[in-house]
């Protein structure tokens, strides 16, 4: 039986967020570069750069992800959100040409489910930003897996440190499972188990059966 008094919950995949998932709620509160499309009666101490006591329309500020879909999703459009430089036109360029060198911490820790959540929004580079997420991440993976299989009891913190969320989740689950083997291959542990990965999607199959 697990003696830890938080059992970690994953983050969720997409456009969907778990908010039981610690890293879910840091995500939500990544801030968005918005533009006001209409004014704020008595909101302007949201905006410290400004004296007024309203908020004007065409105001340009950062707003909380959570705060932003919550103001987009209304019937009235109340705000335009832009797209954070790292997925801007310029930023796609470079993944695509190649992916594996980028430092996707320093571009943001969240950068694949910030960006699958910029698909939310009404933008239309919104085909070209999902193509350069799944593409990017293509082009990473392969690396990213190696590297945790070929990291046998070693420091690991030079290699995770370019990595983002999800990519340090992977090779979270790549270092278990050769630890795991290494274990059971030396007569250190009885029997494998299953991977947590494995019977998290066993889980969610049956979920899906269940509905």
């Known amino acids: ?15 969907e967020e778990n908010f039981l998932s610690l890293d879910d709620i840091l995500l939500s509160h990544e801030r968005l570069p918005v533009r006001t499309e209409c004014a704020f009666p008595r909101l302007g101490f949201l905006e410290k750069s400004s004296d007024s006591q309203d908020i004007p329309e065409g105001t340009k500020m950062e707003l909380p992800l959570w705060l932003s879909k919550g103001l987009q999703e209304k019937k009235r459009r109340v705000l335009s959100v832009e797209l954070p430089k790292v997925y801007r036109e310029v930023w796609r360029t470079v993944f695509n040409a190649d992916p594996k060198m980028v430092d996707l911490h320093k571009m943001g820790p969240y950068y694949y489910g910030l960006g699958s959540q910029m698909l939310h929004f009404d933008s239309p580079e919104n085909t070209e930003i999902g193509q350069t997420l799944l593409q990017t991440f293509i082009g990473r993976f392969r690396r990213t897996m190696d590297s945790s299989q070929n990291a046998y009891n070693e420091d690991t913190s030079v290699l995770v440190e370019r990595l983002d969320c999800l990519e340090k989740a992977l090779f979270r689950s790549g270092q278990s499972g050769l630890n ?32």
Not at 1 to 15: A, E
């Open 180 to 211: 795991g083997f290494q274990s059971w291959e030396k007569g250190q542990a009885s029997q494998l188990t299953a991977s947590n990965l494995v019977l998290n999607y066993r889980k969610r199959k049956m979920a899906d059966l269940q509905q």
């Open 1 to 15: 039986m697990d003696t830890r008094s938080y059992l970690p919950v994953q983050p969720g995949v997409g456009m």
